[in-house]
């Protein structure tokens, strides 16, 4: 089993609902909790029907916050007991032997609430004897270590949700990756990071997934981290995927393409047009692939690379030692997404689409389309007999010919 949970601060950004879509996409996970949707159920149906989770459950926002929704697959059978606007509990594979119990649960961000969050928990305890998990955001703390910077958090708030998970028989799962899972994203001395997010099971469960790890993943459009509740295995897969060089749309937004594009038209000492116009094309070509290597760089990689960087320097403290730094990456990236966007919309060639009107998916599915619907499969002799022959016997279309508008 693999579990996504995410307090995601809001899905009305259409590219905080991109990342989840790619988040999902990647770790394939059979059931995801969020939190803090704030949202309409409309919103949270669009979004599962993009990652092929159609089996859902809403808790509606209140006025213009909150908001939780369970999304799990067609093969995972999932049965919610009751809800609130603190937490949705569910029985797995109801009414077999080896059934257990999940529940997504959200802390009272107000302090002065928060005794409420643990009645709750002790109530939710009362009610099974299945093996239990709990996974979410608690918005409270274990231990001093778990918060770094700022005030110290009172001894007594840590104490009562220590008494609440023994009360409860919940233990701490632990965690891989990064120690906090929440970060204020201010400057200098102000700067704060606090694990907020964890999963509490029983002993029962426990042992029935020993193999189940945490893990803390990265996310860019919110200040909480994700939660992925999955077997080591699960966590490690990942998908490879190439593609061919071709004349990218979002060159043309870098002043110094048009520059590589003039210099590398020059005269040609070729005195047949066709041959003269074949090599200006080669020669541009060229001039292209070596520019992008050396000067506009790989969008996707470099996207990767800035993400990590700022991973590293927000974990470093880098709000506090360097925070023009951590803004810089930050507006980079804002760049970089747009071009990733105009990358996919090129590839899509859904010319009709304003630029901004944020659908990756869509754009994605266009492209596999048209690659389906380009794929030669052979060719054909005047007879009628078919030759099959590989897609790598024919020359590509940059081969061919390269057009400059």
């Known amino acids: 089993m693999s579990c996504l949970s995410w307090n995601c601060r809001g899905l009305g950004n259409p590219q905080t609902e991109d990342e989840l879509v790619a988040m999902i996409g990647n770790k394939d996970p059979k059931m995801v909790f969020l939190m803090e949707t704030k949202s309409e159920r409309s919103t949270i149906e669009r979004i599962g029907r993009k990652v092929q989770l159609t089996n859902i459950f809403v808790v509606p926002r209140v006025n213009n916050g909150g908001g939780l929704a369970l999304l799990w697959k067609t093969d995972f059978q999932v049965d919610v007991q009751s809800s609130s606007d603190r937490h949705i509990d569910a029985i797995i594979d109801h009414g077999v032997d080896d059934a257990w119990r999940f529940t997504g649960f959200y802390g009272d961000p107000d302090n002065a609430s928060r005794e409420n969050s643990w009645s709750l928990l002790r109530t939710l305890s009362s009610r099974f004897t299945l093996p239990w998990i709990c996974l979410g955001g608690f918005n409270e703390i274990l231990l001093a270590e778990e918060k770094q910077g700022w005030l110290d958090r009172p001894e007594r708030q840590m104490q009562s949700f220590r008494d609440a998970l023994d009360f409860c028989r919940l233990k701490d799962l632990g965690y891989s990756g990064f120690p906090f899972t929440w970060c204020n994203r201010r400057s200098r001395v102000h700067n704060v990071w606090v694990r907020l997010d964890r999963g509490v099971a029983t002993v029962d469960w426990m042992l029935r997934f020993p193999s189940t790890r945490v893990h803390h993943l990265e996310a860019y459009h919110s200040d909480h981290k994700p939660l992925l509740l999955c077997t080591e295995s699960e966590f490690k897969r990942f998908y490879c995927k190439g593609r061919p060089f071709r004349f990218e749309a979002m060159w043309i937004k870098e002043g110094s393409c048009e520059k590589v594009i003039r210099e590398s038209w020059g005269d040609s000492s070729e005195v047949h047009l066709v041959t003269r116009f074949n090599k200006k094309i080669l020669t541009c070509q060229e001039s292209l ?14 996207l990767k690379r800035k993400l990590k960087e700022l991973q590293s320097v927000e974990e470093s403290g880098g709000y506090m030692t360097s925070p023009n730094r951590v803004f810089n990456l930050r507006k980079d990236i804002d760049k970089l997404k747009r071009k990733e966007e105009c990358m996919w919309k090129q590839r899509a060639r859904t010319a009709w689409l304003k630029e901004g009107d944020l659908n990756t998916r869509y754009f994605h599915c266009r ?15 005047e007879a009628g007999s078919l030759k099959v022959i590989s ?6 279309p940059n081969q061919m010919g390269l057009m400059l508008f």
């Open 289 to 302: 692939k070596e520019w992008n290597r050396n000067t506009f760089g790989h969008v996707r990689n470099t």
């Open 367 to 381: 492209a596999s389309q048209r690659n389906k619907r380009n794929f030669i499969l052979g060719l054909e002799n």
């Open 391 to 396: 897609r790598t016997c024919l020359p590509h």
